[in-house]
């Protein structure tokens, strides 16, 4: 079975500028979470999609937003980066019961110049 | 809220040599715990996870006992290999409620040949 797929695996933008980062889970998961690692603050929870519905949030401003689709593929979008947006950007997916094991994908490195 | 908390790093180790890495976890109920291992430049791979008390979770010569009483999940080795070097992250999930993984900060590891 083919693991969490991310795309694309590096990007450089520069300040000001959106993205757009794509996650595939595992087929058959359902629930879909974003991380971000960055050394100063270690990883931090961004927000996880069910069925196509955000169920869950962490403390991150608006320009960070995601979305899911039917085929539980989803993405996350960063609009205005800032240079503290600089990061890995990981997607982790799990079957829809709470508390399963997620399973992440390579990440995504961002860049922002 | 919940956290967890991992021995500082890094920790260099000769190969051969026993590790052990420090993990307690503070949460409400009982969650589900994990190591997750980060090699350079990649995503995060789970390494082994317990969930429930007494449980010991294993993978790779790795070991980990889930105990309740002293709110632990040390992460442990026998016989260390140079290929181990990476980061070590100890995480929890509580089993009941929309909650996300919560991380510690890393531990790196370096083996010396």
């Known amino acids: 079975k083919a693991g969490v797929t991310q795309t694309p695996r590096y990007l450089i933008k520069t300040r000001g500028q959106q993205v757009t980062l794509s996650c595939s889970p595992i087929?058959?998961?359902?629930?879909v979470s974003w991380y971000q690692q960055t050394p100063g603050q270690g990883l931090q929870f961004l927000f996880e999609y069910f069925s196509e519905t955000q169920r869950n949030k962490g403390n991150f401003p608006g320009r960070f937003s995601g979305r899911q689709f039917s085929n539980s593929r989803s993405e996350m979008n960063v609009s205005t980066l800032e240079l503290g947006d600089s990061a890995l950007y990981l997607c982790?997916?799990?079957?829809?019961?709470?508390?399963?094991?997620?399973?992440f994908g390579p990440g995504t490195r961002l860049l922002v110049l | 809220g919940d956290s967890v908390t991992q021995m500082e790093g890094p920790v260099t180790l000769s190969e051969e040599a026993f590790l052990t890495i420090n993990c307690t976890y503070t949460?409400?109920?009982?969650?589900?715990l994990f190591w997750y291992v980060q090699y350079p430049g990649e995503g995060l791979q789970l390494l082994l996870k317990?969930?429930?008390?007494?449980d010991k979770g294993s993978n790779k010569g790795f070991e980990a006992t889930y105990r309740k009483e002293t709110t632990s999940f040390h992460l442990e080795k026998g016989s260390v290999q140079v290929s181990d070097s990476a980061v070590y992250f100890c995480a929890l999930i509580r089993n009941s409620g929309n909650t996300p993984l919560v991380f510690g900060k890393g531990t790196r590891l370096s083996v010396i040949a």
């Open positions: 087929s058959g998961h359902r629930s």
């Open positions: 982790a997916s799990s079957n829809s019961a709470y508390g399963e094991t997620q399973y």
């Open positions: 949460a409400t109920g009982y969650p589900s």
């Open positions: 317990a969930t429930k008390a007494d």
